[in-house]
């Protein structure tokens, strides 16, 4: 079963434009999680989608947003980037949405890395 | 706020050895506590994971132990190899069913054995 999907691999972008990153889910799974990764924050949830609703949404701005396909497939969006956007930014799915996580682990994909001059 | 609180940061540890890493959470809500390893270059993959209605569990030479009352909870990597080198993850969340707020991670576990 082939797994998490993200595209593009790296991305730069110039500050003040906008991004739209792509995942697709690992085959059967409903749930898609978007993370951000920097070496000073960590691991940040962003928001999740389930059956094409965004069901939870972490403290980011509303620059940051997202929407999933009726395949489950989902693409998220970064409009009027700012430098300290610059992160990995990964997709998870799962089986469930979150809340039954022993059930229906997080399975990442490999991130889109993005790169704000 | 960070809620879960990991360390250490960096750890080094010679083949054949016992790799210990802590975490510690706040939110009394959470009840599920997994633990990801993340190579270079490669998204956090799922190792073990624990729910506080036990006290151990065990796959293979990753062992999570958990205290409920201490809302601690640690990996220990036993026979620690060259190819356990990674970064180290422990996160939490509410696995109560139906919405949650995602997972909080800690901060991460540089991870080096040393052959």
């Known amino acids: 079963k082939a797994g998490v999907t993200q595209t593009p691999r790296y991305l730069i972008k110039t500050r003040g434009q906008q991004v739209t990153l792509s995942c697709s889910p690992i085959?059967?799974?409903?749930?898609v999680s978007w993370y951000q990764q920097t070496p000073g924050q960590g691991l940040q949830f962003l928001f999740e989608?389930?059956?094409?609703?965004?069901?939870n949404k972490g403290n980011f701005p509303g620059r940051f947003s997202g929407r999933q396909f009726s395949n489950s497939r989902s693409e998220m969006n970064v409009s009027t980037l700012e430098l300290g956007d610059s992160a990995l930014y990964l997709c998870?799915?799962?089986?469930?949405?979150?809340?039954?996580?022993?059930?229906?682990?997080?399975?990442f994909g490999n991130g889109t890395r993005l790169t704000v001059t | 706020q960070q809620q879960v609180k990991q360390s250490p940061q960096s750890l080094i540890v010679q083949k054949g050895g016992i790799s210990i890493i802590n975490c510690a959470y706040e939110?009394?809500?959470?009840?599920?506590f997994p633990w990801y390893q993340q190579f270079p270059g490669k998204g956090p993959a799922l190792l073990i994971a624990?729910?506080?209605?036990?006290s151990e569990k065990k796959e293979g030479r990753f062992t999570i132990s958990f205290n409920k009352s201490a809302k601690q909870f640690s990996l220990h990597i036993m026979d620690s190899q060259p190819g356990d080198s990674a970064t180290y993850f422990c996160?939490?969340?509410?696995?109560?069913?139906?919405?949650?707020?995602?997972?909080?991670f800690g901060k991460g576990t540089h991870l080096i054995i040393q052959p």
């Open positions: 998870a799915s799962s089986l469930f949405e979150t809340g039954m996580g022993y059930n229906s682990p997080l399975h």
């Open positions: 085959s059967g799974h409903r749930s």
């Open positions: 989608y389930f059956s094409e609703t965004q069901r």
């Open positions: 939110n009394t809500a959470f009840d599920y």
């Open positions: 624990i729910r506080p209605d036990v």
């Open positions: 996160a939490a969340s509410k696995d109560s069913g139906g919405g949650a707020d995602g997972l909080t």
